[in-house]
């Protein structure tokens, strides 16, 4: 059964440091999807992306944070100078179309450590 | 206002017993989704159950129910027959659709404890 995948499943870096976590949406999805989730809390949205551009995003999602679909395959979060609050576990989502009943599907997640 | 409201944040339940999980929702688009998501302590996010704003019946999937009560807001996901590997966090979420693009919304979470 096709699945999103995410690499790494565990990042560590420096405060300051540039991230990019990496997702491989389902290979027929046209709708991608950014989710946070800190330690103990819910999850919430960062971003979704549909036609080579971000659709939507939250007030989380700052000039700090960008997203890119370098190919055909996948879909990238950079954060460009971490911080020690953006320690969290990081989902990838996709879904097939914008239809009203197609739920998204996630990754496993990538859980980046601020230090 | 919240838009996902989850007001059981733990919750036991006896193995083999049914277990009702509790979610209310706000919102004035006339069309949109609801779900449930397992989060198990390993961390992945696994979809359980879809209800849309206009079935006209409860979304079933084999021992998941969804208690979809429209007039109240409220969106319950129903486990009959727990089981251990059940144990985990359960998130409601909801999808409003604006311009095709929808919008997830999660709850807190209840977190669930089968005993044995």
């Known amino acids: 059964e096709p699945e999103v995948t995410q690499t790494p499943s565990h990042q560590v870096t420096q405060m300051g440091q540039e991230v990019i976590l990496r997702c491989v949406p389902i290979?027929?999805?046209?709708?991608f999807y950014w989710y946070r989730q800190i330690l103990g809390q819910k999850v919430e949205f960062l971003v979704s992306?549909?036609?080579?551009?971000?659709?939507?995003k939250s007030e989380i999602f700052d000039d700090q944070f960008s997203v890119e679909r370098p190919d055909g395959s996948n879909f990238t979060l950079k954060i460009r100078s971490t911080k020690l609050e953006d320690s969290a576990m990081y989902f990838c989502?996709?879904?097939?179309?914008?239809?009203?009943?197609?739920?998204?599907?996630f990754g496993p997640g990538t859980r980046l450590t601020v230090l | 206002a919240q838009k996902i409201t989850q007001t059981q944040p733990g919750m036991f339940v006896q193995e083999k017993e049914a277990v009702t999980l509790d979610c209310t929702y706000d919102?004035?688009?006339?069309?949109?989704?609801l779900f449930w998501y397992k989060q198990p302590s390993s961390g992945e996010m696994i979809f359980l159950i879809y209800?849309?704003?206009?079935?006209?019946q409860n979304a079933t999937e084999g021992r998941y129910s969804l208690n979809f009560q429209k007039a109240r807001k409220s969106a319950n996901l129903v486990i009959s027959a727990s089981q251990l590997g059940d144990s985990a966090m359960y998130f409601c979420?909801?999808?409003?659709?604006?311009?095709?693009?929808?919008?997830?919304?999660f709850g807190s979470g209840t977190k669930l404890n089968v005993k044995p």
């Open positions: 992306f549909y036609n080579n551009e971000i659709s939507e």
């Open positions: 209800q849309g704003s206009y079935d006209q």
């Open positions: 979420a909801m999808r409003e659709t604006r311009d095709n693009f929808n919008k997830f919304y």
């Open positions: 290979s027929n999805h046209l709708y």
């Open positions: 919102t004035s688009d006339p069309s949109y989704g």
């Open positions: 989502a996709s879904r097939i179309s914008g239809s009203g009943t197609d739920t998204q599907y």
